[in-house]
């Protein structure tokens, strides 16, 4: 497609108590403007990528609340698709710029997490969920979990397979002086944290973070997008017919491939949604990198493909609306060589996957150098 | 949806529950296949560690579902107990 990524930026992310969503905003974007080499005057319209705002701080209309505390003063939108919302808004403002209506926007995405409750913030993040999984008591790690034991009981994937995800994860986020942790995990510490939802441990899942993460989209030449796809599938668990993928990201992975004119050979570098070790694992077989049921003994082994290069919601951080954005940050940073220390030598072409709730929103976005 | 039998095809134990459900944790969540093909999500309750495998036969039950409200109002559901 004739349409790029001009300018990039991520805040860092964690626990960041002592910074606003404003504040966040304001880094985020000032960045991705400066990366740009524009100014707020050159945007036409700002997409804002958010989950929870109304639910943890009671504040919606976030199109105008960051329009102005931005100065933009632009058409404002609000894309809500849980933990999708930053892809989301992306695939809303690249169909905002080739429909011929803007020809520079901006999107945002943005979430503040840490200054609730965690049984708060569990309760609300189930808002991506069906009725009857939160009638069940569910969590998000329960249920992912309940895919996990579906995944181990028919492929024989184990708990130390899964570790294996976040070890390397975080050694990936090692490098990354934006990511919410730095430390090298080991096997053995993740089989020994505190279980959370069983197979699940507290070291198998992302954490609940702050953080902002902007982009430019424009007809300018920059990092070319060369495929934007969504795909929806059932709200609820229960409502699939097959418990050992995820089908929205099989479908918009396929057509994302078809779009760009490239097969799943041609990535070397993807950043998945890893929000729980073994939805890694689903995401390396649903992408097409691996046949259904084998990804799980190639988690680090694999030869071409750098996976989660950013250190991926595991070892990154997950505030859920900027999720989406900062993974396609992460690839303009690669695809550029300017990933410093966690640079993958000769990287070409990204893919970003974005999912929300347990699969009913899968985002797929390709770039190209 | 009451007395409808079924077969567990997945199963977790949440440790850590979303906001007025802490009084039961840790409790199952499993997903069952009712008889005819319908499938939902359910909490799981009367059990022992045992009953938490695939294929395990369970039945629809009335439960209390969360902590009561302030005015004391017992809010019901539909949870699975094992046959």
């Known amino acids: 497609m004739n349409i790029f990524i001009t300018g990039a930026a991520t805040t860092i992310f964690g626990e960041l108590w002592g910074v606003s969503p404003r504040a966040l905003a304001k880094e985020a974007v000032g960045g991705a403007l400066a990366d740009a080499g524009i100014s707020a005057k050159n945007i036409q319209a700002l997409f804002v990528g958010n989950m929870l705002s109304g639910m943890l701080g009671g504040q919606e209309h976030l199109g105008a609340f960051f329009a102005e505390e931005l100065g933009l003063g632009v058409a404002a939108f609000k894309v809500e698709g849980a933990c999708a919302s930053g892809a989301l808004a992306l695939h809303n403002a690249i169909n905002s710029v080739l429909s011929g209506q803007y020809e520079t926007v901006c999107v945002l995405g943005v979430e503040k997490m840490t200054d609730h409750k965690p049984e708060d913030v569990a309760t609300a993040l189930m808002g991506a969920g069906s009725e009857a999984e939160r009638l069940s008591g569910a969590t998000f790690p329960g249920l992912y979990a309940l895919l996990a034991r579906v995944h181990m009981e028919k492929f024989g994937t184990t708990e130390e397979d899964m570790a294996a995800v976040a070890v390397k994860n975080h050694y990936h986020a090692s490098l990354n002086p934006n990511a919410q942790f730095r430390s090298i995990l080991t096997v053995e510490k993740v089989m020994k944290s505190s279980r959370v939802a069983d197979p699940l441990k507290l070291l198998d899942c992302s954490p609940i973070s702050d953080g902002a993460a902007a982009v430019i989209v424009s007809r300018k030449k920059g990092v070319q997008i060369a495929a934007s796809v969504v795909a929806t599938d059932t709200l609820g668990l229960a409502q699939r017919k097959s418990l050992i993928e995820l089908k929205a990201t099989r479908e918009a992975a396929q057509k994302a491939y078809k779009h760009a004119g490239i097969t799943p050979k041609d990535i070397d570098i993807a950043e998945v949604h890893d929000c729980f070790t073994i939805a890694e694992i689903l995401a390396m077989e649903d992408l097409g990198f691996y046949k259904k049921g084998e990804a799980a003994r190639a988690v680090g082994k694999t030869k071409k493909l750098v996976i989660n290069t950013s250190g991926g919601l595991k070892g990154c951080g997950h505030p859920v609306g900027a999720t989406g954005i900062k993974q396609v940050v992460e690839l303009v940073d690669q695809l550029r060589g300017r990933a410093g220390r966690r640079q993958v030598v000769g990287a070409n072409v990204g893919l970003a996957h974005n999912v929300g709730g347990s699969g009913a929103t899968a985002v797929i976005h390709i770039l190209k150098k | ?83």
């Open chain 2, 1 to 83: 949806m009451i007395g409808k039998a079924g077969k567990i095809i997945s199963w977790t134990i949440v440790r850590v529950p979303p906001a007025n459900f802490g009084f039961q944790a840790p409790y199952p969540v499993v997903i069952v296949e009712l008889y005819g093909g319908d499938r939902i999500p359910a909490q799981l309750v009367d059990y022992v560690p045992e009953h938490l495998k695939f294929g395990q036969k369970v039945l629809t039950v009335v439960r209390k579902t969360i902590q009561s409200d302030i005015d004391d109002v017992i809010p019901y559901g539909i949870k699975v107990k094992p046959v």
